[in-house]
């Protein structure tokens, strides 16, 4: 069983960044996919990035593409997820997930087996 823990979230002004931090213990990520998703209230979790195994294939929502850049440590059994030029509507409730089969399927939830609680992203404007 993987446990993740998310850090790095807060309040920011539009235009700022923060940098999100997932962090698993009880068992290593390295052979695992890595996907971070976000729920703002009254909307469904929607996949925002997501990084291979390797950390040799990525993927970005089209809204935050340019802004965003995720990577992982394996080392350090951990994944990050840099946000930059924030803007209100990234706004969520960021989760990190991980998905044992190590390549990024698709962007459903269901995807993915392990999550982590969450870190909350208020971006004021």
């Known amino acids: 069983q993987v446990q993740l823990v998310e850090s790095g979230g807060g309040l920011v002004q539009a235009g700022g960044s923060l940098r999100l931090s997932c962090t698993a213990s009880?068992?290593?990520?390295?052979?695992?996919?890595m996907g971070w998703f976000r729920q703002a209230p009254g909307k469904e979790r929607e996949l925002v990035a997501a990084?291979?195994?390797?950390?040799?294939?990525?993927y970005y929502l089209i809204s935050v593409k340019g802004r965003f850049t995720i990577s992982r440590d394996n080392a350090l059994n951990t994944v990050y997820l840099q946000m930059n030029s924030l803007k209100p509507e990234d706004t969520a409730v960021y989760y990190c997930?991980?998905?044992?089969?190590?390549?990024?399927?698709?962007?459903?939830?269901?995807?993915?087996?392990?999550w982590g609680q969450g870190t909350q992203v208020t971006v004021s404007s």
């Open positions: 990084i291979s195994w390797s950390g040799g294939s990525t």
């Open positions: 009880r068992r290593t990520i390295g052979s695992y996919a």
């Open positions: 997930a991980a998905d044992p089969l190590g390549l990024i399927r698709d962007s459903s939830p269901r995807s993915y087996a392990y």
